[in-house]
């Protein structure tokens, strides 16, 4: 993946792939021909599994990994709103990728939006273990999800996903997804961002943004303040709606009240 060279972080670093200091926008894609869908091979030693009942706490180990969340308070809270009195439903649309000792180290789940009048089917929570990436899991678990939507009938597919992502939207895109319409007109400047981060060609009618522009810099402020006071700093997250930053280091994952 190409990122223009001036693309740094205001503290010298480059984008992460689930990078809390760009700009939250969020951006819906959609694909039109489900039909067209295809798995695709997963590297040796890895297989496929699906769910069972207690797969939760993996679900959100995996997220957490993935930098989704800090705490795991934040991946119950995720999975009570979206999948808390669906489990039922699951076995037939959240996959895993396991290793040959049984981990599960990635989760995507083929689903639903019950607000999306258009019937489309939605990918959700596409995740891969911290460590486990660059491994070449990514595209065959997103295929195996989309072919599932395939399989079962969706006349179109949508996946919800953010700039902060950025690494992740560009692989939506290379699945053939383009900008949801009425998403790209309320939250054009996401796309500049994405444009400018990942140059891809899906997204050719789009000026990309300054790179001043990529960059939330009162998170940016509270990035630098934790750093300074933790060394060992892995990452945070901020829950503007809820007034909560939550941040992991070496010794233990942490919330703080920023009203």
Not at 107 to 116: F, K, L, Q
Not at 228 to 249: A, F, N, Q, R
Request: hydrophobic residues 35%; without cysteine.
């Amino acid at each position: 993946m190409k990122i223009f060279p001036a693309v740094r972080h205001p503290l010298g670093r480059l984008p992460d792939n689930n990078d809390s200091a760009l700009k939250y926008y969020e951006l819906i894609l959609e694909n039109n021909h489900p039909e067209a869908f295809r798995p695709l091979p997963l590297p040796e030693g890895f297989h496929f599994s699906t769910f069972q009942p207690g797969d939760e706490e993996e679900w959100i180990a995996i997220e957490t990994s993935a930098r989704e969340f800090v705490t795991r308070r934040e991946g119950l809270e995720a999975w009570q709103h979206y999948y808390g009195g669906r489990e039922e439903e699951l076995p037939g649309r959240m996959y895993f990728v396991e290793t040959e000792t049984g981990e599960k180290v990635a989760t995507a789940t083929a689903y639903y939006e019950p607000e999306d009048l258009s019937g489309a089917g939605w990918l959700h929570w596409v995740a891969v273990r911290r460590e486990y990436q660059g491994r070449g899991l990514a595209r065959p678990l997103i295929a195996q999800a989309l072919y599932r939507l395939a399989q079962l009938h969706y006349p179109s597919v949508k996946i919800p996903t953010q700039t902060n992502t950025w690494l992740a939207a560009s692989i939506y895109l290379d699945f053939g997804f383009h900008p949801f319409g009425p998403n790209l007109e309320r939250n054009l400047e996401g796309y500049r961002i994405l444009k400018t981060l990942t140059s891809h060609p899906a997204l050719h009618d789009i000026e990309p943004a300054s790179p001043g522009d990529l960059w939330d810099m009162e998170n940016v402020r509270l990035e630098e303040k934790l750093r300074m006071e933790h060394p060992d700093l892995i990452h945070y997250k901020v829950w503007k709606d809820k007034g909560i930053l939550s941040y992991l280091t070496e010794e233990d994952a942490f919330e703080k009240d920023i009203g």
